[in-house]
């Protein structure tokens, strides 16, 4: 190297070269062996995925059906009732045991005489097709127990909401609404003209009704939204704290330190974090089907319009913000903006609420608004 007219040298010694090289070397070595293995691996994954394509596209081909029914119908009948065995035990591992006997008032139909004398007809006239309209049988009777099961954890549900005092037809209601529905016509049916057996069609409208009334029962309020030391306020007529004259509460009143947390009561979106008159620093959640609930009097919040919560997250902090006496949440249950007694909701889910009776809050340092 040549600075200011003087020349220096470096030397690299033949064994730091030798270093040098293995480490480069030994470095091209594991890049080389990554890439290797993830193009086994990508290939392995490839080879699969062909595999399994492969033996659906022979399984399902009409050419292979076909040749099935002309060679073996009765292997044919084998087959379809080995999948209904599949699809009876999935159901049964996920929903448990179908009622397979009516009870009186329900209306389902029992199809099992019919296709008895159905299956007798078929086997004197044609005998290879026997199987078949055993499976036909099968399929019928499946279809009948899964809609007493759907009808029966529908009315249980709807008993669940009229112990709350809600109506279930306000939310069976949603399922005639046709006011902003639209989307591509795909027609379901369960036969080649296009038409749908009414055994198959009552099956679909009351898996439809069992998912309205059990979505509905889980946007209920099913946690205490907040630790409390005693309720001080209920809902309904009471004493109003500052002017003493008679008023009506819409909601509870939950006492508590100030800054404890505050949790949000049902799963939902949060559809308001601000301040409303009287409320104070106040949260709303969305629960669906008109549903909301208000917690008012906040000292801080914890969750931003948009969010989604489940049952037990944290939304604000008990404060004293608005209409109030002293620290507490003031917790409010809302019908499509009228307000509704909250307890029921509460009581449901836990058997500790007990509102205090006594003594005037001004009197004992109760918090209301």
Request: hydrophobic share 40%; proline share 5%; net charge positive.
């Amino acid at each position: 190297m040549r600075s200011g007219g003087q020349v220096r040298f470096i030397r690299i010694s033949p064994r730091l070269q030798m270093i040098a090289a293995a480490a480069v070397a030994g470095l091209l070595l594991v890049w080389l062996v990554t890439m290797a293995g993830m193009a086994i691996a990508q290939y392995s994954a490839a080879r699969d995925r062909l595999s399994l394509l492969d033996r659906e596209a022979k399984v399902t081909t009409a050419e292979s059906r076909a040749s099935a029914y002309r060679d073996d119908l009765g292997k044919v009948a084998g087959d379809l009732g080995k999948r209904q065995d599949f699809i009876e035990e999935v159901t049964r591992a996920h929903l448990g045991d179908l009622p397979a006997d009516a009870k009186a008032g329900e209306t389902v139909s029992d199809s099992s005489t019919e296709a008895e004398r159905t299956i007798d007809k078929v086997s004197a006239a044609l005998p290879e097709a026997a199987g078949l309209a055993r499976m036909e049988a099968r399929q019928l009777a499946f279809a009948e127990r899964l809609t007493r099961y759907a009808d029966r954890r529908a009315a249980a549900a709807a008993q669940h909401l009229r112990k709350v005092g809600l109506n279930p037809g306000s939310l069976l209601a949603s399922l005639n609404d046709r006011s902003a529905q639209g989307g591509p016509l795909l027609r379901l049916s369960t036969s080649s003209d296009g038409s749908v057996d009414p055994r198959f069609e009552r099956l679909g409208l009351s898996l439809a009704r069992m998912e309205a009334l059990v979505r509905g029962v889980q946007s209920l309020p099913q946690v205490l939204p907040a630790s409390f030391d005693y309720i001080s306020s209920g809902f309904g007529y009471r004493a109003d704290p500052f002017t003493r004259a008679g008023s009506f509460h819409p909601g509870l009143d939950f006492k508590g330190p100030l800054g404890a947390p505050i949790y949000a009561a049902a799963p939902g979106r949060v559809s308001f974090v601000g301040q409303r008159s009287g409320y104070g620093n106040c949260v709303e959640i969305d629960h669906g089907n008109g549903l909301v609930t208000r917690y008012a009097h906040m000292s801080g919040f914890r969750t931003r319009v948009g969010i989604t919560v489940k049952p037990g997250d944290q939304i604000g902090l008990i404060g004293s913000t608005g209409r109030s006496t002293g620290p507490h949440l003031h917790f409010e249950v809302r019908l499509h903006d009228q307000p509704i007694n909250p307890r029921p909701f509460l009581e449901a889910a836990t058997h500790v609420l007990k509102e205090t009776s006594g003594p005037s809050a001004s009197d004992t340092g109760q918090a209301h608004d």
